[in-house]
């Protein structure tokens, strides 16, 4: 933030995964609105609503400022640059059918049913967040003592949104990508978090990023698998994964 005053310039926070984290230690862990637990300390905070996240709408999200002006330039692109709100439109007694377009603005207001979907969703956040945090206590637990496995890093007010496991690659006898198919070819669906964008190619086309520039990214990415971690996730599937990871590490020793 002191750099971005420094030139003038606005913070945008990807709070995609944040959600309902905390800000340890700050005053803002007294207020009744999660929503302003994570994601705000910048100018703008950016929240996902997909599908995977820890709050689903089953598509969105949600902007959130501070900054008065960039609320009302919000407001007006992302409906097609009307300067009225459309809930405002229909229940305004004042000429409600009147409005101007002043901007080339867009179409991405969340629909009314997706919002309904949010609202229970709200309501549950911090019981969902509990289901997360069980599930990532039993896999801590269950891991921490496999010389193989290098557990997530984590903190007070982890969002656990996701589970990335690393592995040891110097002790085992089989990279990560073997490792996931081998999990997949036991029922247990995996994904990896993330591949480098460096390595995507439109960003190979537009950037010269060398993979000896990046060297821990690449790193930390061969190593990395994300285990399933989702509410309602029931403890025979959870002791599933624990053990096919645990044995997969065991079979693939390098010492064996």
């Known amino acids: ?9 606005k913070v945008i926070e990807d709070a ?5 984290s905390l800000i340890p230690n700050s005053s803002l862990s007294t207020c009744h609105s999660p929503l302003i637990y994570a994601g705000t ?3 703008v905070g950016v929240f996902s609503f997909y599908a995977t996240k820890t709050l689903t709408t089953g598509e969105g999200g ?15 692109m992302r409906s097609h640059g009307i300067d ?3 809930w405002d439109r229909y229940t305004d007694t004042k000429a409600s059918w009147y409005y101007q377009v002043v901007e080339a603005g867009y179409k991405y207001n969340m629909p009314d049913l997706l919002a309904a979907i949010g609202r229970v969703q709200l309501r549950r956040a911090m019981e969902l967040l509990a289901m997360r ?3 990532a206590r ?17 903190g007070p007010g982890d969002a656990r949104h996701l589970y990335p496991l690393r592995l040891a690659l110097e002790k085992l006898s089989i990279d990560r990508d073997e490792f996931a ?21 439109y960003y190979k086309k537009r950037y010269s990023l060398r993979n000896e520039d990046l060297s821990e990214t690449l790193d930390t990415y061969r190593r990395s698998i994300s285990l399933p971690i989702w509410p309602g996730m029931s403890r025979e599937q959870i002791e599933h994964v624990i053990t096919v990871v645990k044995t997969l590490s065991y079979e693939y020793n390098r010492t064996h």
């Open 1 to 9: 933030m002191d750099i971005a005053r420094r030139y003038g310039l």
């Open 16 to 20: 995609a995964h944040s959600f309902p």
């Open 41 to 43: 300390i910048g100018d």
């Open 62 to 76: 949600m902007l959130v400022t501070r900054d008065k002006k960039i609320a009302e330039r919000v407001k007006i």
């Open 84 to 86: 009225r709100s459309i």
């Open 133 to 135: 945090a069980e599930i």
């Open 138 to 154: 039993l896999y801590d637990e269950a891991f921490s003592a496999c010389e193989h496995l290098i557990l997530p890093p984590t």
């Open 181 to 201: 198919i081998k999990m997949q070819e036991r029922g247990i669906g995996v994904s990896v978090h993330f591949i480098p964008l460096h390595t995507m190619p």
